[in-house]
């Protein structure tokens, strides 16, 4: 939403200004070059949970004269097809990690509709993930990093995986009434943050279930995401108020999802998640950026636990 508000008042200053502003039609341009040396650009994460596998995303940072992306022509059952792939993921790389009992090598997961597994998370297209089913962090487990490239370039890190986060599930109400408060409890922990993230699973197969006028993802008040600091053991929720409060609500369900996270994570994504002096991990052509749990390379390697409780909603 930032960014197209940044859009909107920048074309918004051109119809203000662009008419004062008077071009020398002599002016010629100048070819801009720059001796960026591209960097590794990852996005590391090691799960404790077992619905959510560990992955890694393996980018770099893209030259002033380097297209974004490439066309590339293929063909998938005799017949061809033209489509652009990404100049920054690198799809060769070599990607293990480690926990210092075993070391496990990573695998690229194709963009290619053959080669995907539709059971796996979204997340996981286009990054190394472990083919294996052995592979199975545990919380207080210390676990590194090692990726190297076929042009030389090297990247590691180090994560130590965060306490699992533990809701209360006996405190919850057997319902909840879509106008009512509840009181949810869980276990604080004293050196990780954690996130939770509420709403209707209707909303998850169905973006505009409830009131289309909101666009994608709105579920009228339920859906709502807290940021839970050390020491916190309890969140008051209740729905927020909205235009179709009125409603009538079909069967459906409350999901309440707990994250708790490692210290390169936070920083990553919540204590410098807004300052434009630290590249996206989701775009290859980065400026200056930091390396958070890393060496050699920009981005982050974290780990994550995850508890998940669900609710029936009741009208």
């Known amino acids: 939403m930032e960014f197209l508000v940044r859009i909107f008042n920048t074309i ?7 008419s004062c502003i008077t071009l020398d039609q002599e002016l010629e341009w100048e070819d801009v070059k720059s001796d960026h040396d591209p960097v590794l650009n990852i996005m590391g994460i090691i799960s404790s949970d077992t619905l959510v596998k560990s992955f890694v995303r393996v980018h770099r940072s893209l030259t002033m004269d380097e297209a974004r992306d490439s066309l590339v022509r293929d063909t998938i059952d005799g017949v061809q097809y033209l489509y652009y792939m990404p100049r920054f993921v690198i799809r060769n790389a070599n990607v293990a990690v480690s926990n210092q009992a075993n070391s496990y090598t990573l695998e690229y997961q194709s963009f290619d509709p053959e080669d995907f597994d539709f059971e796996d998370s ?6 190394y993930i472990y083919r294996g089913d052995d ?3 545990q919380p207080g487990e210390t676990w590194t990093l090692s990726i190297t490239t076929p042009d030389g370039k090297s990247v590691t890190g180090e994560t130590t995986l965060p306490p699992k986060p533990e809701i209360d599930d006996g405190v919850l109400p057997d319902a909840f009434n879509v106008n009512s408060v509840i009181t949810m409890k869980f276990t604080p922990l004293d050196d990780n943050v954690q996130i939770i993230n509420i709403g209707n699973l209707l909303s998850y ?3 505009y279930y409830y009131d289309k006028d909101y666009g994608a993802g709105y579920s009228c008040g339920l859906t709502q ?3 839970i600091w050390q020491g916190v053991d309890s969140l008051v929720y209740q729905r927020e108020i909205c235009n179709n409060s009125d409603a009538d609500w079909d069967e459906d369900a409350l999901i309440i999802h707990m994250l708790s996270m490692d210290q390169n994570y936070y920083e990553y994504f919540i204590k410098y998640g807004e300052d434009p002096e630290y590249s996206s991990l989701l775009i290859g052509s980065g400026g200056s950026g930091g390396g958070f749990g890393l060496d050699g390379g920009i981005g982050f390697f974290g780990s994550i ?3 998940r409780a669900f609710i029936p909603i009741v009208p």
């Open 225 to 227: 995401e807290h940021t």
């Open 305 to 307: 636990g995850i508890d």
């Open 122 to 127: 979204v997340l996981q297209v286009g990054s």
């Open 135 to 137: 592979m199975n962090p």
């Open 205 to 207: 197969f169905s973006p």
């Open 12 to 18: 918004i200053l051109f119809f203000l200004f662009g």
